[in-house]
């Protein structure tokens, strides 16, 4: 395992807090319990953006939530609590999305998603400590984390970071108010050199 890599304690707490939504608190404290994390169990880290939180955590919040419905049935309860993620980070620390002050409405959509991911991604270098950057194609947008909680997490034989896909495709609803078929495309925990998360221009019909 490479060596520890703080986060703000606010990224695990709505981590936790969604995780807590899609789960129940029964489901949320077996969670935790074996993830390692039971000392967090009516103790969330505080709403703040201080480096108080680790990669390590987050990604061992996520692997309980995957071991605990099985690799088949994960990827759609992990999209779940990444969409939960982005409700509460926006109503709860729009801070760490850059999304404080953000004014869409006046933009056309394909401005809006750019922008938005734009703010995602200074964000998540200023304040998240990923090591992100944004590239775009005529078809799509990359979103790309040379960090992430899934480099402390098992290997995995396929992507395994449906926590972010879930962030993005809401950060996406948000935005435009239609839904966008979200992928990761390469991923750490799979061998890759960065977690990539490809989000196409065009909407799902
Ligand atoms: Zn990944």
């Not at 995780?19 to 390692?36: F, P, T």
């Not at 609803?173 to 979200?182: D, F, I, P, Q, S």
């Amino acid at each position: 395992m490479p060596e520890d890599r703080p986060m703000p304690n606010a990224n695990l707490r709505v981590l936790l807090v969604a995780i807590e939504e899609v789960m129940g608190e029964n489901g949320a404290k077996a969670v935790l319990n074996s993830g390692g994390l039971g000392r967090y169990i009516g103790n969330y880290p505080p709403n703040n953006t201080e480096l108080g939180a680790s990669f390590t955590d987050y990604g061992a919040a996520q692997q309980a939530v995957e071991d605990f419905y099985g690799p088949r049935g994960a990827r759609a309860m992990l999209i779940r609590i990444g969409r939960a993620t982005f409700r509460y980070t926006r109503q709860e620390q729009p801070a760490i999305l850059g999304l404080a002050g953000l004014a869409l409405k006046a933009l056309p959509v394909g401005a809006r998603m750019k922008s938005v991911l734009e703010r995602i991604t200074s964000a998540a270098n200023k304040d998240v400590n990923l090591k992100a950057h944004l590239r775009e194609e005529p078809d799509a947008y990359y979103y790309v984390n040379e960090e992430c909680p899934c480099r402390w997490r098992p290997e995995h034989d396929k992507p395994a970071c449906f926590v972010t896909v879930g962030v993005l495709q809401e950060a996406m609803l948000w935005a435009t108010g239609k839904n966008y078929r979200v992928e990761e495309v390469a991923c750490i925990s799979n061998g890759a050199s960065a977690c990539v998360y490809r989000v196409p221009k065009q909407p799902i019909e």
